[in-house]
């Protein structure tokens, strides 16, 4: 059973708050742009399509409320960035289906004041409900039990952040009392919540449990910080459920449902604008391959992608055909070290595929991939079958989520990185912070990249 961290009651007038500054907005806009309101309503369905969509994304980036322990600039880009997301969906949406005539000035205008105006109001309600914690409203006096650095780095979160409202009366290591003592000494001060705190390694466990029980019958509420993340730091902790048993999921990435699917909806715009792209150059390119020499103008090549499955990838052909069977007399000028082949002035590569490389165009095709779902705009590089038969158990990780024509690594100047495990490193890095803001950073690093190509640079 989840217990609900916020009122439903003040989510729905704060979406209510929303709701009326981006209605307030489009008129705004539509005067703006028309310098009166006379058929207005021909165009008010464009607020009524738009402000849902607005608010579920609001919603999932968890700022409607739970101000209490978000920073400022936290809120701040989760609201933009709930805004850029609605705006790409719905202009996206309003392509697609041509369903209505519109002003994309109107339109312009109207998610560019919205998103001021909503952004505005975080900030007061972020500001004011700081205000008011700092006078005594709302605040929760806690017990701190346990030890260790988690235990202290709390202690001192708690201590920094006196906007968040909740008065640490109590820090008792339970190493130095025994249970009883501790119960009666919460007994005896008003607290309204208990922190447990503790390394795991210390097997206090039998004690916390006898610690548990005694609190739960002063009625205090109980929070105990999990420390599975001592196991493994590579994994995240996330509360599930096991058939209706609850259960702490340890995963290398958050596997966060809202985020999965509008991931697979940037992945399907951007697969049709990359292949509308494929679809004006192929004739051009196909031409310059072929010219260049004999062979199939696209290559193909079983790659191993999300949990070792096995798909095949297509790009621009940029090598002479036996490129594939001269890699092994080449092994020797491999200029990386681990399991990824690169030499300095490939004999392998044509003419016209160094061309193709240096400005990623070889890497079109891979859009398709991207389209049917083997692929990623945005992951890590999927490597070969040979690659993986070498791997080392912690390499693996790389390939634990869906592979992307562009990732960190990629973008971190993939030229000058030639240890493997640096690259395993900036994967996992990857892995372990991906999200949507992260992905759009890294599309907009990669466009740079392969507009202004550094010298021998390719994605």
């Known amino acids: 059973m989840w217990r609900k961290q916020s009122s439903d009651l003040v989510k729905f007038f704060i979406a209510l708050l929303d709701v009326g500054l981006i209605t307030s907005a489009f008129y705004i806009a539509y005067w703006a742009r028309f310098g009166s ?30 101000f209490r322990y978000q920073s400022l600039s936290r809120i701040s880009v989760s609201t933009l960035l709930a805004f850029i997301m609605s705006g790409l969906i719905c202009s996206t949406i309003l392509y697609l289906t041509k ?68 008065r640490a009366v109590l820090s008792l290591d339970i190493r130095d009392e025994s249970v009883k003592s501790l119960v009666n000494k919460i007994r005896k001060s008003i607290i309204d919540e208990v922190y447990i705190i503790y390394p795991r390694a ?81 004739p051009i390119v196909a031409l310059s391959i072929k010219l260049s020499s004999p062979g199939p103008v696209f290559f193909s090549q079983v790659r191993v992608g999300k949990s070792g499955r096995h798909f095949k990838i297509y790009k621009f052909r940029s090598m002479y055909i036996d490129a594939e069977e001269r890699k092994a007399e080449l092994t020797q000028f491999n200029v990386h070290e681990g399991h990824i082949f690169k030499m300095d002035d490939d004999p392998r590569i044509t003419p016209v595929g160094r061309f193709l490389r240096k400005y990623s165009i070889d890497e079109v095709p891979q ?52 240890d493997f495990d640096d690259v395993v490193a900036l994967d996992v890095e990857y892995i372990r912070n991906w999200g949507l803001l992260s992905d759009m950073k890294i599309i907009l690093r990669t466009i740079t990249t392969v507009l202004f190509p550094k010298s021998g640079s390719r994605l």
Request: aromatic share 12%; net charge positive; hydrophobic share 45%.
């Open 37 to 66: 309101f006379q058929g207005v309503t021909e165009f008010i369905w464009l607020c009524y399509f738009s402000a849902p969509i607005t608010l579920i994304l609001l919603l999932r980036y968890r700022v409607l409320t739970g």
């Open 99 to 166: 369903t209505a005539e519109y002003s994309r000035l109107v339109f312009g205008y109207y998610f560019s004041l919205a998103t001021l105006f909503v952004l505005l109001e975080k900030i007061l309600v972020k500001k004011l409900f700081e205000r008011y914690l700092r006078n005594g409203g709302m605040n929760i006096r806690v017990a701190m039990l346990g030890f260790g650095s988690k235990f202290e780095s709390v202690a001192a979160s708690i201590a920094g952040n006196k906007e968040w409202g909740v």
């Open 202 to 282: 210390a097997n206090y466990d039998g004690q916390v449990d006898k610690l548990i029980a005694g609190i739960e019958k002063l009625g205090i509420p109980i929070r105990v910080a999990s420390n599975y993340d001592e196991l493994q730091g590579y994994y995240g902790q996330y509360f599930s459920n096991i058939a209706k048993v609850p259960a702490v999921l340890l995963a290398p990435y958050n596997l966060d449902p809202d985020q999965v699917i509008i991931k697979r909806l940037v992945d399907i715009v951007g697969a049709l604008v990359g292949l509308a792209i494929l679809f004006l150059i192929l």
């Open 367 to 418: 859009f398709w991939n991207v389209l049917i779902g083997d692929m990623s705009l945005v992951g890590t590089r999927p490597p070969t079958k040979d690659e993986v038969a070498g791997y080392e158990d912690h390499h693996f990780r790389r390939i634990s989520i869906k592979p992307g024509i562009t990732g960190l690594w990629q973008v971190s100047g993939r030229n000058d990185i030639t």
